[in-house]
């Protein structure tokens, strides 16, 4: 099947894995060489394992599959995902298909600013070091700026000063934020660095000690959105369009349930994460902070319904990925799947992974709000209680198929069907 290049692919999921990747290979343009890294077993080699982290042992696979239908700004996207989770692809790829109906999902992104933040104690009078901090905003980016060279030919760098005064249990503090154009990289160690190499000015300005040089992932300047208008057929009808806003709106207004609400929004962003090997604790810590910015946690995304009875979803979120820097150019799965991806920079990649956000979203809340996210989500997840219970080849699939026929998609039964289908067989040898 050859479909160019279209990530519209009725029956993806119905082909064999071969098949999946011939239809990627082509998308992507993927070498032979990429094609037989992702067949083969550990695309991960133990070598460069042991240099990412300490103490390796060994690795550990996950499956990475791509959602299919994205269309972005009017791109095409096969989006990479890894994740351990039965459902989240299949549900990410059929939001993408109803998200079609109106032209697909607009994204865009803010300037790539990471903060770094300098915390200084023991300053007698913080308000006159805040203003003298401010007033030589210039020093201090110059000085940051010295550290990186690469970053600041590629137009990033240090580009504005903050100081502010905070009231603690031990104290007055003075935490001066730095702000860092990132370009392409996540920035962490970017930031870090400059932050750490400011620090003996900073105490010479203000006169205090520096505790504290560390980038905030409450990441506020390099934000993240997506939007989606989708026609209310193609959701379902008027009800579901009433049901998903009432669904956002139960989200909206009580911690419990936006808890929930975005850990479906970061199902989406976090296997996109994994995929890229982009770093997913940073991603959460700031999506879940930035939920709670004005002392009541709530959603990330808003539903809505316009004048036409159609659908409307919006997505702000903190979006702290790169393309270059970190794990993302170390890993080889990784580097295919940025390719598969075909994102040229950072805040594309930023753009993309709110779009799957905002999908993800969409998706549970349908479900949700119409027949509940067990049916399709236990059908899947048969598989995995088929193989718990110790079934393999064609017994995982007969078993899945007589749980899903007897609407008893547990694991108990599981075990009596292994053991029957077992004893039947072992009668027929
Ligand atoms: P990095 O230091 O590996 O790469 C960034 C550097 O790449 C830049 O400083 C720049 O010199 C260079 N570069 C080359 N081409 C570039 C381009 N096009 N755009 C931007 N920079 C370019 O990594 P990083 O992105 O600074 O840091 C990310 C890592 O830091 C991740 O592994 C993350 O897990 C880790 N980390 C995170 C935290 C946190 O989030 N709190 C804290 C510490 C470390």
């Known amino acids: ?20 990747l011939k239809i990627v290979q082509e998308f992507a343009g993927l070498t032979d060489e990429e094609v037989k890294l992702l067949l ?16 390796v042992i060994g690795t550990i696979q996950m499956p990475l599959a791509v959602a299919v239908n994205f269309l972005i700004n009017g791109k095409e996207y096969l989006v990479p995902m890894a994740i351990e989770e039965p459902s989240v692809v299949a549900a990410a790829s059929n939001a993408a298909k109803i998200c079609r109906s109106k032209g697909g999902i607009r994204a865009s992104t803010t300037d790539p600013i990471m903060i770094g933040q300098i915390q200084v104690v023991k300053v007698k009078d913080p308000y006159r070091a805040r203003m003298d901090v401010l007033a030589a905003k210039e020093e201090i980016i110059e000085k940051a700026n010295e550290q990186d060279p690469i970053l600041v030919k590629l137009g990033g760098g240090a580009k504005d000063v903050d100081a502010k005064v905070i009231h603690t249990p031990v104290g ?20 870090n660095t400059m932050a750490e190499a400011v620090a003996p000015l900073i105490e010479r300005i203000t006169g205090g000690t520096v505790r504290l040089r560390i980038i905030t992932n409450l990441a506020v300047k390099r934000l993240a959105r997506a939007w989606v208008v989708v026609d209310k057929e193609a959701v379902g009808g008027e009800e579901v369009v009433d049901g998903i806003v009432e669904a956002w709106a139960f989200a909206a207004s009580d911690p419990y349930r936006a808890a929930t609400h975005n850990k479906g929004i970061m199902n989406g962003v976090i296997a996109v994460a994994l995929a890229t090997c982009n770093d997913h ?3 959460e810590a700031g999506a879940h902070a930035y939920a709670a910015r004005s002392g009541h946690y709530t959603t990330l995304s808003f539903w809505e319904k316009n004048e036409d009875g159609d659908l409307v979803g919006t997505l702000e979120m903190p979006m702290a990925v790169g393309i270059v820097g970190g794990a993302t150019k170390v890993h080889p799965v990784a580097r295919i799947a940025l390719k598969i991806l075909g994102v040229k920079t950072a805040r594309e990649l930023a753009e993309v992974m709110a779009a799957v956000g905002l999908a993800q ?9 119409t027949e509940g996210i067990q049916r ?38 599981a075990k009596e069907l292994l053991e029957e289908l077992t004893r039947e067989r072992g009668l027929q040898t």
Do not use: W
């Open 40 to 55: 083969a077993p550990g695309g991960l080699g133990l070598d460069i394992a042991d240099r990412m982290i300490e103490n």
């Open 281 to 283: 604790r940073a991603l």
């Open 172 to 191: 007055p503090m003075v935490i001066v934020e730095l702000h860092v154009d990132c370009r392409d990289a996540m920035g962490a160690n970017a930031v």
């Open 361 to 369: 979203n969409l998706a549970a809340l349908r479900a949700l709000a």
């Open 1 to 20: 099947m050859s479909v160019g290049k279209t990530s519209r692919i009725p029956g993806f999921y119905k082909l064999s894995v071969e098949e999946r």
């Open 376 to 413: 399709g989500h236990m059908k899947l997840h048969a598989r995995n209680i088929a193989i718990s219970v110790g079934a393999t080849g064609e017994l995982v699939d007969i078993i899945v198929q007589r749980m899903v026929e007897e609407g008893k998609i547990r694991m108990d039964r």
